[in-house]
Every structure is written in structure tokens, then in C-alpha cells.
């Protein structure tokens, strides 16, 4: 099969953000281990005077975990699918938090003045991008020197029974979801694209290569235990003082 990428896969994403919440609402531990990657950012304080970035929010829950880990911290969360975002912005936020309907390299390039941000939290991103080590090149341009990087990504573990454990799930619940909604090509790009992507020792490298520091790579629990997991990683500098390390 060959995979969505770029303005075919956000057109995607548009079609299916009207039953995206609904979907994953049906995925159990799905908000509980987006707000575990969060808190696993471990910023402090509350996030106070902290400026983060929620790289691909999507419909905002990734962003949701990220407020709730860090609830003074200002947030600012863009996506690529102009749906995705209609949908998060239709819910309620406070006014620290704002959304920008632009690519991570649209980002990069249009809205310098953006950065450096503490922080940067990346959820289901990096599978879906035509150019990972790219859009993690942005993330360090993106990031201050000391700053955090939590990424949470399907990435299966490598072992045969979590590949066969995902192509089960993908068969049985998710592929005919998505023929009822009308968004059976999306959820088969799902399925394909975490068969394709690089496993989590294999992600963790490339965050090595791409010059993250202090990375490390967490599970999530459940069902999705060693085909969910959280990478965890600093943008090389020194920490500042009083922070816990990663």
C-alpha cells in the first residue's frame, strides 16, 4: 500500500476529524497515555513562565495532556489539517493556549519569532511525516538549548507479538471503523504506517543521530505495551538549575 503523505494525508485528516474523538474515545488508556508522555516531561513548576510547543495536536488532546502536566505553561499547538484544528478549537481553552493551522516546517521558517520554546511534545507525528530526521531537525531549531522533547508514536518494540498483536487490532476493529465512517483509507494508512516506521530502539537512534540528547525510551501500559511508547529526549546544553534530569 502505498502511504498518505503531506496534502493527501491532511486532506484525510480534514474528512475524518468529524468522527476522530469518537474513534479514539473507543481506544482504551488512549487520553490516559497521552497525559503519561506528558507528565513524563516532568517540567516543573507547573510549566509557570514556560513556553511549550504541541507539535501535531490534531483535535487538542494531546494538547489537553500537555495543559494538564503543565497547567501555567503557555502553549502554543499547531497541526496541518485545517479539520483537525476546527475541532480543537471549538473546544474550550484558556487564553495561554492558542492554535496555529501551519506544518512543523512552516513553522520553522514563517514563525521564528515563535521559539525557542522549553519544550516540545509530539504525539502520533512522526510515523506520518514524509521526512522525520527534517522535521527533528526543526524540533532542535525549535527547542533552546536544555530544552525537553517528549515524543509519543506508534513504534512497535520489534517483537513478533506486538506486530502481530497491531495487525489483530488493525483487522478486527480499526480497519472496519474507518469503512463505517468513510475514512477507510486513513485507517489503513494507520495500520501501514506503523508496520513501516522505524521501531522504538530504532527511533531512539534517530533521535540520537539528529543530536537530542539524554534519550531514553518509556512504555505505555496496557494493550498497547510494546507498540506505544514515549521517547524522551534534551536538545544536547545544559540543564537549568533545580530541574529534574530526564
Not at 156 to 168: E, I
Request: net charge positive; aromatic share 6%; proline share 5%.
Amino acid at each position: 500500500m502505498t502511504l498518505l503523505r503531506d496534502h493527501d494525508l491532511a486532506r484525510a485528516f480534514d474528512h475524518a476529524s468529524r468522527t476522530y474523538d469518537h474513534l479514539t474515545a473507543l481506544n482504551p488508556g488512549y487520553r490516559t497515555d497521552l497525559q503519561r508522555s506528558a507528565r513524563r516531561l516532568a517540567l516543573p513548576d507547573g510549566g509557570a513562565g514556560l513556553h511549550l510547543l504541541d507539535l501535531g495536536c490534531g483535535t487538542g488532546a494531546s494538547t489537553l495532556a500537555l495543559l494538564r502536566a503543565a497547567p501555567q505553561a503557555r502553549i502554543t499547538a499547531v497541526d496541518a489539517s485545517a479539520g483537525m484544528l476546527r475541532r480543537a478549537l471549538a473546544k474550550p481553552w484558556p487564553t495561554r493556549v492558542r492554535f496555529l493551522h501551519l506544518t512543523a516546517e512552516e513553522l520553522a521558517t514563517a514563525h521564528e519569532s515563535e521559539g525557542p520554546f522549553d519544550a516540545v511534545f509530539a504525539a502520533y507525528l512522526f510515523r506520518n511525516v514524509t521526512d522525520p530526521d527534517a522535521v527533528l531537525g526543526t524540533v532542535r531549531a525549535l527547542l533552546r538549548p536544555g530544552g525537553r522533547f517528549a515524543a509519543h508514536e506508534y513504534s512497535l518494540s520489534g517483537a513478533r507479538v506486538h506486530r502481530a498483536l497491531w495487525s489483530a487490532v488493525c483487522r478486527g476493529l480499526v480497519i472496519p471503523a474507518g469503512t463505517l465512517t468513510g475514512d477507510r483509507a486513513l485507517y489503513r494508512h494507520l495500520r501501514h504506517s506503523v508496520v513501516a516506521f522505524d521501531t522504538a530502539p530504532e527511533f531512539a537512534a534517530r533521535l540520537s543521530r539528529a543530536g537530542l540528547t539524554s534519550v531514553r525510551v518509556a512504555p505505555v501500559a496496557g494493550w498497547q505495551t510494546g507498540i506505544v511508547h514515549t521517547f524522551l529526549a534534551r536538545n544536547g546544553g545544559p540543564t537549568t538549575t533545580g530541574e529534574p534530569a530526564l
